[in-house]
């Protein structure tokens, strides 16, 4: 009982400590720093970025998505405005020709863009 | 082939002219019909397909125009519902001119649209509405150049301020219907592209009544983006394989040419089109100001002031809908007394006298005793629809309905349903893209509290709660309806599909102080639905229910409600509910309002005591205990929902309709029976409220 206990403790806090490993990556080595570090154009996800300008790449997704994003607008070049990316659970707002338009985090995370 | 392209419409064409209000959502379509038709006639709904498609006809120098306003599109593609329509539409209907409605502080993506609306080979008209928020945005537009360059004439208005709406464009929709004129612009695919479009129209060619009537650049064009629509016409002719494949050969030359897919490719060509256009027509001066929706929006939407907000504002729409209907509905209780009174003094054949005042007057007035909270309802959230706060809460309410197999946009036809109503609350399902989605939030739509079930719930908990208890245990019953529907949607969502991630795109109107007009009407459309149900269905119940039981309950001991009782008894009996309850139960599954009037008929017909009213007699009653009402309100709650409600379900669902409803059907039957059955038992166990 007590091994199968310190078992549990054990896979609990390499679990914990991946995570804040993970967490602690993301932020101090993340794309984005690596971006301000730099000043290198990469391409990144949509919900990696922070406020500013970028330029629209491509969407990895499925046809309906990719139709439906088309028609509001996201075609290769196209300027988008990240306004809000500190909305619930990473969802975030962005502006495209002139519109506000909210994604959500499934949408955005398939979304790439380009630091202009 | 007449059916597709057919002439079959409710319409009577005979020298009118149908002019088709098109355009992106949320950029005065609707205010500019309005206007236009006005008070000067109808504004009717199609039958069928209710809130959608809307007519209304302007007499003007003997024409009979027929304003028709659809539904807002982004593209003429068929992946959504009311796209579909909209598409439809103009597709299969003779409309003689468009007129497009471009929302001038967002060009660009407005004339994307236009691009295809062009292609449709129809008299088409420009009416620039919004142009004070361009304005705003210190932009100027050249309309002359915009009217030269695409080829038709362009009406600058701003909407909403009734400018520049008068009769010079009624005279150019007569002049287009007379001289037919259309565009010159067009948009430039490219040479491989074209070449691909002409290797496709010299197959259809070879059909040569269809190509008549066809758009042929457009058509082409969704034939080669494989739109479903356009598949299906292909589907009646005779050389559908030759063409079929040659759609794929030419599809995979382009991905090999341009080395993306022809989607994208003519996206980008009409988008680039669009730029253009704007390039030339809009003068821009680089001032940077600050935008109020922004500053808004950063609180609003904000990580952490978002649920405060959130629901404050449901609590002030309840609160308003509450608070103001109170006085009404007793305004309303107390005619329906004075005019059954009034009544019963004037006849006097007892039979008839009972028929009127019971039976007529008795269910025209349980149904609207709480029309005025339905009312209340419609008007808040109308408010709030206009404004442009329901589109932020389907968005911070995303994430939330995203664990329970439902998106954002779900959150708009449940707030309609609850206090409101199912019916419209089901239509509200529309603008929900993923056909998933649609079944899901359709089928939890009636487990909301809506505005029939209200009097139900007031009614029990008034009767055996104590004054100090009522509210919370009404709060409790919100609760209740809402985890119920959100786990059922889980399982459902579980059992629909497993991979399936929801997108949610939207697009943030900007806020503005809502009209009192538009919120008028936008709460009678919906109360209407409610009304149409009501008149038809509930009254000629509450008749069928009376008649029932005052000829059999008076001429003979066994009659057919006792023996219905004697069968249903065995299972209702095992959640501690007697024959009457059952009964009230059953009449229920016609509407919810009749569980009340069947009450109050059953125990004014048994008991001898006539004057003392329903709640006192359950609060009297020995058959009532507080578990007995609770497991009735639970019960009542969770079963079938209205007859109306299930109609509509099924009408909206296409494919395997039979399947849904019965899981609609028998499922929540033995859903609630297992809900009140555990309540009870665990109740009598623990020895609550017996």
């Known amino acids: 009982m007590s091994f199968n206990l310190k078992n549990y403790i054990k896979i609990l806090r390499q679990r914990c400590y991946k995570r804040l490993l993970f967490l602690y990556l993301r932020k101090v080595k993340g794309f984005n720093k690596c971006l301000q570090c730099t000043n290198h154009s990469a391409i990144i996800k949509l919900t990696d970025v922070q406020f500013g300008t970028y330029e629209f790449v491509m969407i990895c997704c499925d046809d309906t998505l990719e139709y439906k994003l088309l028609e509001m607008g996201f075609v290769t070049g196209t300027e988008v405005l990240v306004i809000n990316n500190n909305g619930l659970g990473g969802n975030i707002i962005i502006k495209i020709r002139e519109t506000r338009i909210a994604l959500n985090y499934n949408v955005a995370k398939r979304i790439l863009v380009k630091k202009i | ?690």
């Open chain 2, 1 to 690: 082939m007449s059916k597709l392209f057919g002439q079959n419409s409710q319409i009577n064409y005979n020298k009118n002219i149908i002019v088709a209000l098109v355009g992106n959502p949320n950029v005065g379509k609707s205010t500019i019909f309005n206007i236009v038709t006005g008070a000067t006639q109808y504004v009717g709904n199609y039958p069928g397909v209710t809130i959608d498609k809307t007519i209304g006809i302007k007499k003007y120098k003997n024409y009979a125009i027929h304003f028709v306003d659809l539904p807002g599109i982004y593209s003429l593609s068929s992946y959504t519902d009311d796209a579909k329509i909209t598409v439809n539409f103009l597709l299969n209907e003779q409309v003689d001119v468009i007129i497009y409605v471009i929302d001038s502080s967002n060009l660009e993506r407005n004339l994307y649209l236009f691009t295809q609306i062009i292609e449709l080979n129809k008299n088409v008209i420009i009416m620039l509405n919004m142009l004070d928020l361009l304005q705003a945005k210190h932009k100027s537009i050249n309309i002359n150049q915009m009217s030269n360059i695409l080829g038709l004439s362009v009406f600058p208005i701003i909407a909403h301020k009734k400018i520049g709406i008068d009769t010079n464009f009624l005279k150019h929709i007569i002049h287009l219907y007379n001289n037919k004129h259309i565009s010159s612009a067009k948009v430039d695919y490219g040479e491989d592209i074209i070449c691909e479009i002409d290797k496709v129209y010299k197959l259809l060619a070879k059909n040569k009544d269809f190509i008549n009537k066809i758009h042929k650049t457009w058509f082409i064009i969704k034939l080669l983006e494989k739109d479903t629509l356009a598949i299906k016409l292909i589907n009646i002719f005779q050389n559908k394989a030759e063409i079929l494949q040659q759609v794929e050969k030419s599809r995979r030359h382009i991905i090999e040419h341009f080395n993306t897919k022809i989607e994208v490719e003519i996206a980008n060509k009409r988008y680039g089109f669009a730029k253009a256009v704007v390039k030339m027509t809009i003068n821009k001066q680089s001032i940077k100001q600050i935008d109020i929706n922004e500053i808004i929006d950063d609180y609003v939407l904000n990580k952490y002031c978002c649920i405060p907000i959130l629901l404050i504002i449901i609590y002030i729409i309840f609160k308003f809908t509450f608070a103001f209907s109170e006085p009404v509905v007793n305004l309303f209780n107390l005619f329906f007394k004075f005019l059954s009174f009034k009544m019963s003094n004037l006849i006097q054949n007892s039979v008839l006298k009972s028929l009127i005042v019971d039976g007529f007057i008795g269910g025209i007035g349980g149904v609207f005793s709480f029309f005025p909270v339905l009312l209340f309802m419609f008007f808040s959230i109308a408010f709030f629809e206009d404004s442009g706060y329901m589109a932020r809460a389907s968005f911070i309410m995303d994430k939330i309905l995203n664990k329970f197999g439902l998106t954002g946009k779900s959150f708009l036809p449940l707030i309609i349903a609850t206090n409101g109503c199912a019916v419209p609350g089901m239509l509200a399902t529309r603008t929900l893209e993923s056909k998933r989605d649609r079944i899901i939030t359709m089928f939890i739509v009636p487990y909301m509290i809506c505005g029939a079930k209200i009097p139900v719930c007031m009614l029990i908990i008034k009767a055996l709660f104590s004054y100090k208890y009522q509210t919370i245990v009404m709060f409790c019953l919100y609760i209740v309806s809402i985890i119920v529907a959100l786990s059922i949607s889980k399982v459902l969502s579980k059992i629909i599909s497993k991979d399936y991630y929801s997108h949610f795109i939207m697009e943030l109107p900007p806020y503005h102080l809502p009209k009192l007009s538009g919120l008028l009407l936008k709460m009678w459309e919906r109360s209407w639905l409610y009304i149409r149900k009501a008149w038809t269905i509930v009254v000629l119940t509450s008749l069928f229910v009376w008649g029932m039981f005052t000829f059999t309950l008076t001429h003979s001991y066994h009659n057919i409600v006792e023996y219905s009782i004697k069968i249903i008894n065995p299972i209702f009996k095992p959640i501690g509910m007697d024959g009457n309850k059952a009964i009230a139960l059953l009449s229920g599954l016609i509407a919810k309002e009749m569980v009340i009037s069947t009450l109050s008929t059953m125990y004014s017909v048994n008991n001898s005591n006539k004057h003392v009213c329903l709640k006192d007699k359950i609060h009297n009653s020995q058959d009532w205990s507080i578990l007995q009402g609770v497991t009735f309100i639970i019960f009542c709650l969770t079963y079938v929902p209205c007859i109306t409600s299930m109609l509509i379900f099924c009408k909206e669902i296409e494919k395997g309709k039979y399947k849904w409803f019965t899981l609609m059907l028998f499922g929540n039957t033995a859903l609630a029976w297992l809900l009140s059955f555990l309540t009870f038992k665990i109740g009598t166990l623990l020895n609550l409220g017996t």
